[in-house]
């Protein structure tokens, strides 16, 4: 405010010096015309000086203005990134934990698959390797294949035209012999080949005089995979 006060003191001091000329009959010089000459100018000057300020400080308080509005902006941003980078390392952790939890339980049910595979296979092998008793006699037919009989066609009891050999068991392993019975004899005297060799060593030869087929020593198998493996053929004499 004296600012203001010393400038238009300023602006005023020339007509007062004026005035007090004139009244000393100094240059007689109209008010008027010193004011149109001097004094219009001068305060335009300082009018437009005033202006200036006024324009500067307006512009400076806008400036301002927008510099804390963008401050508070840029603190704003911040605080929004940095709740948003929490919940991003929140949710990094949980999913972290829900991975190892994932990871955890698929490993335990590997470990149950694999128990489960290890049941079923020893129980299929169970239930694939038949529970004998000791001192019980089966009967078989022929020999399905080079020394070993397929147990699926066992029975419990001698039929004729279909059981040939009997097996006397001790637990999975046989001592087995041809049948002493004229049905297997009938069968097995017309083709040896088929019916005796498999399975028997003989001691002699067939003959048109052969009543019989006689074991003298038992054979020996083991039952592995649902079929009797021989481990040692059988003796008979044809007598």
Same mark, same amino acid.
């Given at each position: 405010?004296?600012?203001?006060? +010393?400038?238009?003191?300023?602006?005023?001091?020339?007509?007062?010096?004026?005035?007090?000329?004139? /009244?000393? !009959?100094?240059?007689?010089?109209?008010?008027?015309?010193?004011?149109?000459?001097?004094?219009?100018?001068? %305060?335009?000057?300082? #009018? &437009?000086?005033? #202006?200036?300020? %006024?324009?500067?400080?307006?512009?400076?308080?806008?400036?301002?203005? $927008?510099?804390?509005?963008?401050?508070?902006?840029?603190?704003? $941003?911040?605080?929004? &990134?940095?709740?948003?980078?929490?919940?991003?390392?929140?949710?990094?952790?949980?999913?972290?934990?829900?991975?190892?939890?994932?990871?955890?339980?698929?490993?335990?049910?590997?470990?149950?698959?694999?128990? #489960?595979?290890?049941?079923?296979?020893?129980?299929?092998?169970?239930?694939?390797?038949?529970?004998? %008793?000791?001192?019980?006699?089966?009967?078989?037919?022929? =020999?399905?294949?080079?020394?070993? +009989?397929?147990?699926?066609?066992?029975? *419990?009891?001698?039929?004729?035209?279909?059981?040939?050999? $009997?097996?006397?068991? *001790?637990?999975?392993?046989?001592?087995?012999?041809?049948?002493?019975?004229?049905?297997?004899?009938?069968?097995?005297? !017309?083709?040896?080949?088929?019916?005796?060799?498999?399975?028997?060593?003989? @001691?002699?030869? =067939?003959?048109?005089?052969?009543?019989?087929? @006689?074991? @003298? /020593?038992?054979?020996? $198998?083991?039952?592995?995979?649902?079929?009797?493996?021989?481990?040692?053929?059988?003796?008979?004499?044809?007598?």
């Amino acid at each position: 405010m004296k600012k203001y006060i +010393f400038l238009f003191s300023g602006f005023f001091s020339p007509f007062i010096a004026i005035a007090q000329s004139n /009244n000393q !009959g100094a240059n007689q010089v109209s008010f008027y015309t010193i004011f149109m000459e001097w004094g219009i100018p001068i %305060l335009i000057s300082i #009018l &437009l000086i005033l #202006l200036g300020f %006024l324009i500067i400080s307006r512009l400076k308080k806008e400036h301002q203005v $927008a510099i804390d509005k963008k401050n508070q902006a840029i603190k704003d $941003a911040e605080e929004t &990134l940095s709740l948003f980078r929490k919940k991003l390392d929140d949710e990094r952790k949980a999913h972290a934990k829900e991975k190892a939890d994932l990871e955890r339980k698929n490993k335990d049910l590997e470990e149950q698959i694999k128990q #489960l595979k290890a049941l079923t296979t020893s129980t299929e092998a169970t239930q694939k390797q038949p529970q004998l %008793l000791d001192n019980k006699t089966i009967y078989l037919s022929i =020999p399905s294949g080079e020394l070993k +009989f397929n147990h699926s066609y066992s029975k *419990n009891f001698m039929e004729e035209g279909s059981s040939f050999y $009997a097996f006397h068991l *001790n637990g999975n392993e046989a001592a087995f012999e041809f049948i002493d019975h004229p049905s297997a004899f009938n069968y097995a005297i !017309g083709d040896t080949i088929r019916y005796i060799n498999p399975a028997c060593e003989a @001691v002699n030869a =067939p003959s048109q005089k052969t009543t019989k087929i @006689v074991t @003298v /020593n038992r054979g020996k $198998a083991i039952l592995e995979d649902n079929f009797w493996h021989i481990t040692q053929k059988a003796i008979v004499t044809y007598k």
